[in-house]
């Protein structure tokens, strides 16, 4: 079946290292996209990407950096950079004319 | 720039009635898209329903149906006979032409047995 796997479900960081959380797609979506979710709040665009090889920020990129080497893969480090990066962390992909699939997420805390 | 407004962050249904969960948009692109997705405990996203912003009829799936009036640029999700299992947050997302979402804050529902 096709989807989006996200790995860990769970990440524990101490505190400044930095950690890469896994995002891989199977459904030959253009473009990926990362959200950082806080308790209570909505959604918030951290990075997306909508071709190989190129990517851009979203509205809170600072302390966060992505790579897009395959059109599958869209990981992405929580640097020590980000001062308060305890949230649930949703990747998510789609394609024009199409809304998005979310992946199942992850969930950091600092230690 | 979108926008996304949900006034309700939490809501009570008794089970089986039906409940309006509201959302307005704001948007200046003539052609878009209004995503309703259900976010469980769990943490995971699912997508419930879909509206275009040139459809002329309101969206349905199942017991879900999308309360679309684009002149007042609302897009209200209605679920009707509420079940236990529809206890989750709800976040109503708008799609620009090019393809980035924006969400809104979300309703927590309860529903009471």
């Known amino acids: 079946d096709g989807g989006i796997t996200q790995s860990p479900k769970y990440l524990f960081r101490k505190e400044g290292q930095n950690v890469t959380l896994s995002c891989e797609q199977n459904?030959?979506?253009?473009?990926m996209y990362w959200y950082r979710q806080d308790p209570g709040q909505g959604l918030r665009l951290i990075y997306y990407?909508?071709?190989?090889?190129?990517?851009q920020k979203g509205d809170i990129a600072e302390g966060y950096s992505v790579s897009r080497e395959k059109k599958e893969s869209f990981p992405l480090t929580v640097t020590s950079a980000q001062k308060n990066p305890t949230a649930f962390y949703l990747c998510?992909?789609?394609?024009?004319?199409?809304?998005?699939?979310f992946g199942s997420g992850t969930r950091l805390t600092v230690v | 720039a979108q926008k996304i407004t949900q006034t309700q962050p939490g809501m009570f249904v008794q089970e089986k009635e039906a409940v309006t969960l509201d959302c307005t948009y704001d948007?200046?692109?003539?052609?878009?898209?209004l995503f309703w997705y259900k976010q469980p405990s769990s943490g995971e996203m699912i997508f419930l329903i879909y509206?275009?912003?040139?459809?002329?009829q309101n969206a349905t799936e199942g017991r879900y149906s999308l309360n679309f009036q684009k002149a007042r640029k609302s897009a209200n999700l209605v679920i009707s006979a509420s079940q236990l299992g529809d206890s989750a947050m709800y976040f109503c997302?708008?799609?620009?032409?090019?393809?980035?979402?924006?969400f809104g804050t979300g309703t927590s529902l309860t529903v009471i047995p």
């Open positions: 509206q275009g912003s040139y459809d002329q």
């Open positions: 459904l030959n979506h253009d473009a």
């Open positions: 998510a992909s789609s394609m024009v004319g199409d809304g998005y699939t």
């Open positions: 997302a708008i799609e620009n032409p090019g393809n980035q979402f924006y």
């Open positions: 948007t200046s692109d003539p052609s878009y898209g």
């Open positions: 990407s909508q071709i190989v090889n190129d990517f």
